[in-house]
């Protein structure tokens, strides 16, 4: 899923072709997408693009009228530029912008189609699209804090929770753990001042890190490679591969559709951190060191 640094850099690349120019239409290809009623796609034809904005993971974009369409693009669903005279949209369209010089189109890969779009009117509208979450980007190292411990989580669960904090997701509190060198199932409230400053520190510095490296990807160009697995990253979706910091394998706990990933010796002491599937299977065997379980898998492959 689309997360802060990816959504930035759209946001960018949307600002240097849209912001200015006027919105033609709207195609709207599938009924599944759109989940308001009013106001309508037609009322958004004829209207110039005067604001763009980030909310939490989503893309808004405002037009004449104080009228906003907002995107969720969830797990699939991405964005394409198409030039006035160049290649037109494809395959997998749930949405189409028309401008003069150009179109916006909005696809989703797979069959379970989760992507959205929301057109509102007025700042209420816009409001009760946001979660609430904190902007990690803008805010002090107190409302930081304040919003980390407002409640008794897990890190992994605080960093991704829209209410909480803003923009973060499944593929990048990976990473912000791994730079803290905290573990994903650390309770915030049971966190110590420096743990509190030094996640601070890193969910700053790996957001900001990472929307800069789109950034330079993209260049010119509108960003096509979004994915939440990059070439770059230190634990995120690199299980069984060398953390880049001490070359301990990367190792992992799976859950529904996602996995956390993490480095046991920076981040856990040592520790494995039980998998639901496998912990389940091995009951009272689940490996407690990545020692034990180097030792289970050389027994269980006969030592080679």
């Known amino acids: 899923m689309p997360e802060l640094p990816d959504i930035t850099v759209y946001l960018e690349a949307l600002e240097a072709r849209i912001l200015g120019q006027r919105l033609e239409q709207i195609r709207v290809s599938t009924p599944f997408l759109l989940r308001t009623t009013q106001p309508g796609p037609d009322q958004f034809g004829g209207r110039s693009v005067v ?9 808004a974009i405002g037009v004449d009228g104080d009228f906003w369409a907002v995107l969720h693009l969830m ?3 991405r964005l394409h530029w198409h030039p006035s005279g160049g290649k037109q949209p494809g395959r997998n369209i749930l949405a189409v912008f028309d401008f003069a010089s150009g179109a916006l189109s909005l696809t989703e890969a797979g069959s379970r189609k989760r992507a959205s779009l929301h057109l509102v009117q007025g700042e209420d509208g816009l409001r009760a699209m946001d979660p609430g979450g904190v902007d990690v980007l803008s805010a002090d190292l107190s409302a930081f804090a304040s919003a980390l411990t407002a409640t008794n989580h897990t890190l992994k669960r605080a960093l991704t929770d829209p209410r909480l904090f803003s923009g973060i997701g499944n593929a990048y509190s990976d990473e912000i753990l791994h730079t803290a060198q905290l573990s994903p199932i650390a309770m915030t409230q049971k966190l110590k001042v420096e743990e509190i400053d030094r996640l601070y520190v890193a969910t700053r510095a790996s957001l900001a890190d990472w929307t800069n490296r789109l950034r330079t990807d993209a260049g010119a160009g509108f960003p096509e490679k979004v994915t939440a697995f990059r070439k770059g990253m230190a634990v995120h979706g690199r299980y069984g591969e060398p953390c880049p910091r001490c070359e301990t394998k990367v190792q992992r706990i799976r859950y529904a ?9 920076c981040q856990t002491g040592g520790r494995l951190l ?3 599937g496998l912990s389940r299977l091995l009951k009272q065997d689940w490996p407690r060191t990545m020692e034990q379980l180097e030792s289970l898998v050389a027994a269980h492959s006969g030592g080679k």
């Open 51 to 59: 604001g763009l904005r980030r909310i939490g993971k989503r893309i």
């Open 75 to 77: 797990i699939a669903g």
């Open 257 to 265: 559709d996602n996995e956390t990933n993490y480095c046991p010796k």
């Open 274 to 276: 039980a998998d639901r």
